[in-house]
């Protein structure tokens, strides 16, 4: 089994920063990647960003390139969702996920084996 917590969110005004972490705890030894999901009230939860956690190569969906970074610590276990240039659009509860079957840098939920509880990012306009 393997435990994600994230922590990081909060309240920001419109241009500003935050930045999440995700620590796993666990199986860690086995996994392939780890991704960033979000939901807004009334839709689905969508793909943000994923890093190999080998070779640290990344992919973002075109809405947040250029403004959100992903990055990890292998010795802490922990992935991170450095958030610049904030929009209200970006208002949500992010997730972090762990890839341990190897589909490397999904963006589909079923790529995913556990799941954080998630973590409140709200932008104020």
């Known amino acids: 089994q393997v435990q994600l917590v994230e922590s990081g969110g909060g309240l920001v005004q419109a241009g500003g920063s935050l930045r999440l972490s995700c620590t796993a705890s666990?199986?860690?030894?086995?996994?392939?990647?780890m991704g960033w999901f979000r939901q807004a009230p009334g839709k689905e939860r969508e793909f943000v960003a994923t890093i190999k956690w080998r070779g640290g190569s990344t992919y973002y969906v075109d809405s947040v390139k250029g403004r959100f970074t992903i990055s990890r610590d292998n010795a802490k276990n922990t992935v991170y969702l450095q958030m610049n240039s904030l929009k209200p659009e970006d208002t949500a509860l992010y997730y972090c996920a762990a890839d341990h079957r190897g589909y490397g840098l999904g963006t589909d939920l079923y790529e995913y084996d556990y799941w954080g509880q998630g973590t409140q990012v709200t932008v104020s306009s």
């Open positions: 666990g199986r860690t030894y086995s996994r392939y990647a």
